[in-house]
């Protein structure tokens, strides 16, 4: 039995015919219930260890604090069927392809209101949470075991314990895992090997925090990230900050001349090489690009590196942050762009112009803004405008992005449904649902900047 083979010690299961196994656990000196909830966590269908415990308490009501040797505990709300694990565990896209989520940072996916916020999402239909892999901060939000990151310490404080789990009680409800990594803005990495991080033209390290978008060290730190996460059960590899940085770069080098490359051209080779690898894996990538490049200004696409035409034939979808409160203040003649959510309409559209030539172009799934910044009269009603701006606009899904985690507002327009629509698809040989890439509409395919904000 499968249980029996991840017991840990003193525990033993009951089997009676007709009936669900039981577990039991036969404390041993110094055990308590705390400790007894953390050793059989992996095996409950209680995401917090805290709520496990207690949970076990009621299931033991004589029990005490600090154990007797030999007590012997009935363990409630153990799962009742094994889980998959590694690529078995994965969901994959929807049939349509159409992805609707929020992000949560890792504190928030390690933290009391994870399983809440996912069981609103499920009852909206919602089935996509984008969690991070590492921010910009450079740190990892669970114990990895790449190299580069641990010798950095950039997982030493990591909150999610277990990164296989936590997806799984996302996908339990229907939800595909989105594992966003930052790519070359990464603090701690910069900060810990100089070799990866950009040069100045003296020779030495540009210390901004970041690392050189043309390195091929730094590209191989986030495809072993990325491969980590696809070891997880993650359903789509995002990457954000795929792009040269703005500020701070007066005196750097990137080396392009001697190597007759553009910014442009690094960005694309490394979203290739990224995309070799989730491809093999039948895992989606998906770029999270500037919102100002939506509009195809040259200056800015040369300064930043990404080119939606250039990029939409090396991942599957192509996420531009089109927050009306991120463009510059006088934006197409606005003195508050923060306050039209109908600029998600001109973002999401002027993405589609630059990748309708393209061949196996990726789908254009937008972040929507779900914060109150810069933004007179934001609300539940704005949320609305730009979901409605979306989608009427040609989109293939949308991305709700709140650094604080709070999405009460889009949870009080997005209605309920009378039944989850995120349910699993069958198993393929693409990611499960996704078109062929040879009909019409496919996307799964065979091989000074004026916005401001994150990208």
């Known amino acids: 039995m499968w249980i029996r083979e991840r017991l840990p010690e003193g ?15 036969t404390a041993s000196a110094g055990e308590s219930i705390e400790k007894i909830a953390f050793l059989y966590l992996s095996l409950s269908d209680i995401y917090l260890p805290r709520d496990f415990a207690e949970r076990i308490r009621q299931a033991n009501p004589k029990s005490r604090y600090v154990l007797k040797p030999g007590t012997r505990l009935a363990i409630p709300h153990i799962v009742s069927a094994p889980f998959a694990e ?34 609103h999402m499920a009852d909206r239909g919602m089935n996509a949470v984008v969690l991070d892999t590492k921010d910009t901060d450079g740190l990892l939000t669970y114990k990895s075991k790449v190299p580069v990151a641990v010798a950095a310490k950039a997982t030493d404080a990591a909150p999610i314990r277990d990164l296989a789990r936590a997806i799984r009680f996302a996908h339990d409800r229907g939800i595909r895992v989105i594992m966003r990594i930052s790519c070359f803005h990464d603090e701690s990495v910069a900060r810990h090997r100089l ?56 005196n750097a080098d990137f080396h392009l001349k001697e190597r007759n490359l553009t910014r442009v051209d690094v960005i694309r080779d490394f979203a290739r090489e990224v995309h ?32 939606l035409s250039v990029l939409a034939p090396e991942c599957e979808a192509l996420s531009p942050m089109i927050y009306p409160s991120h463009y510059a203040k006088g934006f197409m ?35 929507l803004q779900d914060m109150n910044w810069e933004s007179p009269g934001f609300g539940p009603e704005y949320v609305r405008q730009e979901i409605k701006h979306a989608e009427a606009s040609g989109s293939t899904g949308w991305l709700l992005w709140n650094p604080a ?21 069958p198993s393929s040989s693409r990611p499960r649902g996704a078109k062929d890439p040879r009909s019409s509409g496919s996307r799964w395919s065979s091989r000074g900047t004026s916005g401001r904000g994150r990208a």
Request: charged residues 25%; aromatic residues 8%.
């Open 11 to 25: 525990g033993e299961v009951e089997v009676a015919p007709g009936e669900a196994p039981r577990v039991f656990h």
């Open 86 to 119: 590694g690529d078995a565990a994965r969901l994959g896209w929807p049939a349509d392809g159409v992805m609707r989520g929020v992000y949560l940072r890792g504190d928030t996916a390690a933290g009391p209101y994870f399983v809440g916020i996912l069981d």
């Open 195 to 250: 070799d990866m991080s950009i040069r100045g033209n003296w020779g030495g390290a540009l210390r901004i925090g970041w690392l050189d978008p043309g390195n091929e060290l730094a590209h191989q730190y986030i495809v072993d990230l990325a491969k980590e996460a696809m070891d997880a059960g993650a359903d789509e590899i995002q990457l954000d900050y795929v792009r040269y940085p703005v500020f701070g770069t007066k």
């Open 276 to 307: 070799e690898v989730t491809r093999a894996r039948h895992v989606p990538l998906s770029l999270d690009v500037f919102g100002v490049i939506a509009l195809g200004k040259r200056v800015d696409i040369d300064i930043l590196g990404q080119e």
């Open 333 to 367: 003649g606005f003195d508050e762009p923060g306050a039209h959510p109908e600029l998600i309409a001109v973002g999401t559209k002027g993405a589609l112009e630059q990748v309708s030539n393209v061949p196996h172009a990726a789908i254009i799934r937008p972040w």
């Open 405 to 425: 985690q709070n999405y009460s507002d889009a949870f009080q327009v997005i209605p309920k449904t009378s039944k989850r629509l995120s349910e699993p698809q």
